[in-house]
């Protein structure tokens, strides 16, 4: 029996890792799971636990209004410390680069447990962007025992930093898992905002709430949404907004009065999956967006300077434009009125695996532990 801890915190983190929870208990002879979430999100993990049917066996509820990273990166270490002391874990499994994932890895190198690393090798070779993504990913694939990496390209980056091949699993990335568990029924849109979506109208779908676009780049981004609403009335810009003060405190003085513009709550993961299916276009700094996407047939103009996701870049379906108004502005109204542009990125591609990432993931584990 092999006793496996997932630590997960954030909104993202959930979702990609619930496939991976949902497997290793369905194979209840081999694996002893267990779920413990820092909450470093609060309302945007409960939706997704509720949403995937998972309990926690630990929660630690640290999410304080506006933390710091100092507060998630202290809080965290010191509450795992217990939690790993008690249960003697065999493996600790951390899933993609927030500071939850950080310090599970931390906490796990102290205690001499090898860690699992979920949608390891991702690099955008930038170290302030995203910020702090890119260090947290590094430090936590310098911890790691085995690094389940969604492309051929996450194996590349591994290597030649060094990492033995022996230790390296190309699974494809669980976002495909989870995409496919999403999408498995037919379903009505439930969130009562969506109601006020117009029947007829282009939807462009946005999200962004990334630390190094709080402050200008955020306000650039708002600005030149307002002026595509105001420009193209066909058009309804729908922003699920961040539940960050960061960044809810530019979005909503800055957009909330345009009848084009619809702000939200962040959606439940259902619905979004569902929104974002019938969206015409997709404006995000988002990492997660920008693998759903593609796989949906939807282009996605990525509001970053650098991604750690050129597989959708290369396909034709992302394009990396940066926070300058203007640019985006540009870049919009190109895919609004250019019909032939539209449909080169729009066409369907998913290079990130075929949704059996999960089950890949349990057989690599008891792998490793066989050969141990
Ligand atoms: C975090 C991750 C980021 C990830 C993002 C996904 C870090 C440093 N950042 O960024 O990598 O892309 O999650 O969304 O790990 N809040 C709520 N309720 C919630 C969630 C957040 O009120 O359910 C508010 C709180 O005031 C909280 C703030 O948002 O203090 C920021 O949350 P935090 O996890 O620190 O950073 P994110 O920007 O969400
Ligand atoms: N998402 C969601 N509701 C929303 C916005 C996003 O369920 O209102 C989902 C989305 O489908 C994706 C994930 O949240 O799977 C992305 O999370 P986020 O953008 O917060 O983090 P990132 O991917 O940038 O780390």
Known sequence: MIKVIAVFGTRP???????????????????????????QHR?????????????????????????????????????????YKKEKPDLVLVHGDTTTTLVAALAAFYEKIPVGHVEAGLRSFDKFNPFPEEINRRIADVLSDLYFVPTALGARNLK??????????????TVIDALHLALKQPYRLRDKELNRLAPGKRIILVTAHRRENWGQPLANICAALKQVAQDY???????????????????YPA???????????????LDFIHL?????????????????????????????????????????????????????????????????????????????????????????????????
């Open 160 to 173: 030649r930093e060094g990492i033995n091949s022996r230790q390296l699993y190309v699974t494809g990335n």
């Open 276 to 372: 974002m299916k019938k969206s015409y276009l997709v404006l995000t700094d988002s990492g997660g967006l920008q693998e759903e996407a593609p796989s949906l047939g939807k282009p996605v103009l990525v509001l970053r300077r650098v991604t750690e996701r050129p597989e959708g870049v290369k396909a034709g379906t992302v394009k990396v434009i940066g926070t300058d108004r203007k640019e985006i502005y540009r870049q919009t109204s190109r895919l609004l009125t250019d019909k032939k542009a539209y449909l080169k990125m729009a066409s369907a591609v998913n290079p990130y695996g075929d949704g059996q990432a999960s089950q890949r993931i349990a057989r690599a584990i008891g792998q490793y532990f066989r050969h141990k």
């Open 43 to 83: 309302h945007m993990l409960d939706q997704v636990l509720k949403i995937f049917n998972i309990r926690s066996n630990y929660d630690m509820d640290i999410m304080r209004k506006a933390q710091t990273l100092y507060q998630i990166t202290t809080n965290g270490l010191l509450q795992l410390e217990a939690i």
């Open 255 to 269: 957009l909330g009065k345009i009848k084009n513009v619809i702000l939200c709550q962040p959606l439940d993961y």
């Open 13 to 39: 983190e959930a979702i990609k890792m619930a496939p991976v929870v949902h497997q290793l208990k369905s194979q209840k002879n081999k694996f002893k799971t267990i779920v413990c979430v820092t909450a």
């Open 233 to 251: 009335p066909d058009v309804q810009i729908i922003y699920p907004v961040h539940l960050n003060p960061q960044v809810k405190n530019i979005v």
